[in-house]
């Protein structure tokens, strides 16, 4: 079993920052590919960026690519996301979630723990 708790969102303005951080507890964190996805309101939920067990291989949406970083710390148990010149179309809840085994790390289904999620709000 493995918890994980995101924090860091907020309300920020358009080509703002965010880091989004994901805190893990249970079973070893480093042991899961991990990734972070977002659903707005209305809408289903989408892959942002995911993250190999080690941290050597990262994958992400397009809409992420260049704007977004995904991190881990292994030692402290830590997923994070840094959010840079942040659109209202980023407006949504982020979610963290883990996946034991290593596969395309695009789809829900791949994942088999997820936090509660954190609100991120971007104004124009």
């Known amino acids: 079993q493995v918890q994980l708790v995101e924090s860091g969102g907020g309300l920020v303005q358009a080509g703002g920052s965010l880091k989004l951080s994901c805190a893990a507890s249970?079973?070893?964190?480093?042991?899961?590919?991990m990734g972070w996805f977002r659903q707005a309101p209305g809408k289903e939920r989408e892959f942002v960026a995911a993250i190999s067990m080690s941290g050597a291989i990262r994958y992400y949406a397009d809409s992420a690519k260049g704007r977004f970083t995904i991190s881990r710390d292994n030692a402290k148990n830590t997923l994070y996301l840094q959010m840079n010149s942040l659109k209202p179309e980023d407006t949504s809840i982020y979610y963290c979630?883990?996946?034991?085994?290593?596969?395309?790390?695009?789809?829900?289904?791949?994942?088999?723990?997820w936090g509660r999620g954190t609100q991120v709000t971007v104004s124009s």
């Open positions: 249970g079973r070893t964190f480093s042991s899961y590919a």
């Open positions: 979630a883990a996946a034991a085994n290593y596969g395309r790390l695009r789809q829900d289904e791949e994942y088999n723990y």
